[in-house]
């Protein structure tokens, strides 16, 4: 499919007639809006989450015809004139591309949505004058002539000389001599090119073939329209991948998760007394020899005294379980002297501690091993010192109510620091999710790191000292999102700059804009856990 930004470095490229026409480029039988979007992305556009903008095909086009003005020339012209201008950092590489000097660039987005240009119709007077150029010719002429060549194309050629039908002159000129010139004057013909009297009147009469022919064509492709191709089919507008292929991708693990945990046993079998179970469970067979089941009988030979189960199987385990080398957790068998003397003892402790119930509890061993459920809910850390901009004081006004002050306003107050903080986040719907907010990564166990979400970075590296996977900053921010708070007018850190970090400026005399600048963090962050932590609260 042919994108104005290509046809644009063509025929820049080739030096070729570009049109301007009725708020429209044409590029030969190809029409655009000057409006219409490329896929040149602008400089800063798609990076860290942010929208991507394009130029469009009348600011490249301008770009070309003022190429030889300087910078801040053009970009006033461009200004007076209504058109948007290209940006310094995209210049350089921008004409490199449509001048052909480079193949083409990280900046052009071909996953961005093209659209599908319009055919140039032929107006009446361009008609009118090409007909004038060109001779006229009837049917019946057009007809005529190629009766007149089939006849000529079906006529026989003389291709060889034979003797058959040939008869001597006289004693001198013999059947054999008159052959031989005859075959001479053929090899002389064939060298020889036709002039005009041996062609005659045939050339016009194939040349109005020829354009009755592609005069008829041309109306035909004039009428058609290209609708979609193989490449506009596939794009749409309505979907989005993150939300529908990640959602069916969590649909499919949740099932997959479900259906491997074990299920259960009826409420008649968990109450069933050690006598009852004792007398329900069979007796184990003893080993009888078998030629066939020799596998019981020499799995120590072939495996040389390694523990190496041979006829063990992965049906009926999960994905996950396989790769990480899991296997199923048998219950040990218990005799059931034991089952019973475990019962009692503990009906006796539950007896002492619940004195005023009616109904002593019968349950079975296995329900009273209860698993604690894990948290759900999603971890901030932010950093310990006061000369940051956000604190333990000033967290809470930050991520929840989304406006700054400052740690020294929060002291002034009398605000006490607290050591964490649950932030309360208001989502649409009236609906607030909870986020706990903490500087002191050291009293987080080794399964709440599962739920960190967010760090606030300060700068120095020595930040993340004892943190796991090391203390590598490179390592900690591919599994927790980072971010940095700072002042528009302040430099940016050079360890911050170099890291995959996500950076939110406030400004000090445009303070109204501080909620849409920390909008930003959770538009952010909730991208990045519906990819890597969806089984959080968000």
Not at 116 to 134: L, S, Y
Not at 214 to 227: A, G, K, P, Y
Request: net charge positive; hydrophobic share 35%; with cysteine.
């Amino acid at each position: 499919m042919a994108d104005p930004l290509s046809l644009l470095r063509q025929y820049n490229v080739n030096k070729k007639e570009i049109i301007e026409k009725d708020g429209h480029i044409i590029f030969g039988e190809f029409s655009w809006p000057k409006t219409v979007k490329t896929n040149y992305l602008n400089w800063g556009s798609g990076r860290d989450g942010t929208m991507k903008e394009y130029y469009t095909l009348e600011c490249l086009l301008f770009l070309l015809k003022n190429v030889h003005l300087t910078h801040p020339v053009y970009v006033r012209q461009a200004a007076a004139e209504g058109i948007p201008a290209v940006r310094r950092p995209d210049r350089k590489d921008l004409l490199a591309y449509l001048n052909g000097e480079t193949a083409t660039h990280s900046s052009i987005d071909k996953s961005a949505p093209l659209e599908i240009p319009t055919q140039v119709k032929r107006t009446q007077d361009d008609a009118q004058n090409e007909a004038a150029k060109k001779p006229r010719f009837e049917e019946t002429q057009v007809q005529r002539a190629k009766e007149q060549l089939a006849a000529r194309l079906d006529a026989p050629k003389e291709s060889s000389v034979t003797t058959e039908q040939m008869r001597s002159l006289s004693d001198t000129m013999s059947v054999e001599k008159i052959a031989a010139i005859k075959a001479k004057r053929l090899a002389n013909k064939r060298k020889t090119i036709k002039g005009d009297d041996e062609v005659g009147m045939g050339i016009p009469e194939l040349r109005g073939i020829l354009d009755y022919d592609v005069d008829v064509t041309r109306d035909i492709i004039n009428r058609e329209r290209q609708w979609r191709n193989r490449t506009t089919i596939l794009q749409s507008t309505g979907k989005n991948f993150a939300k529908n292929i990640f959602a069916l991708l969590q649909s499919i693990k949740a099932r997959e998760e479900g259906s491997s945990r074990p299920q259960q046993e009826p409420p008649q079998m968990q109450q069933q007394t050690p006598r009852q179970q004792m007398v329900q469970r069979p007796a184990p067979q003893a080993a009888v020899y078998n030629r066939y089941d020799q596998e019981r009988f020499r799995g120590k030979e072939e495996t040389e005294g390694f523990k190496i189960d041979t006829l063990g199987t992965y049906h009926g385990m999960t994905l996950k379980s396989v790769t990480e080398g899991t296997q199923p957790k048998r219950v040990p068998m218990v005799p059931p002297t034991t089952i019973a003397a475990t019962t009692t003892q503990q009906q006796q402790q539950q007896h002492n501690q619940h004195q005023a119930s009616t109904q002593p509890p019968q349950m079975n061993v296995a329900m009273n091993r209860q698993v604690k459920r894990g948290s759900r809910t999603p971890i901030i850390i932010i950093p310990a010192v006061n000369s940051t901009l956000i604190t333990m004081y000033n967290a809470k006004d930050i991520l929840q109510d989304l406006r700054y002050m400052s740690t020294d306003e929060k002291k002034a107050q009398g605000c006490k620091r607290d050591n964490e903080i649950l932030v309360q986040r208001r989502k649409e719907g009236a609906a607030t999710v909870s986020y706990r907010v903490i500087d002191n990564p050291a009293k987080l166990l080794r399964e709440d790191w599962d739920r960190v979400v967010a760090v606030f970075v300060q700068g120095p590296a020595w930040q993340f000292k004892g943190w796991p996977w090391d203390g590598n900053p490179v390592d900690i921010f591919a599994r927790i999102k980072a971010f940095h708070l700072k002042w528009d007018e302040m430099p940016l850190d050079t360890n911050v700059a170099k890291w995959a970090v996500h950076v939110i400026q406030l400004s000090k005399t445009k303070r109204h804009l501080d909620r849409a600048n920390l909008l930003m963090f959770w538009e952010v962050l909730d991208k990045y856990m519906l990819k890597n932590k969806p089984h959080l609260r968000f």
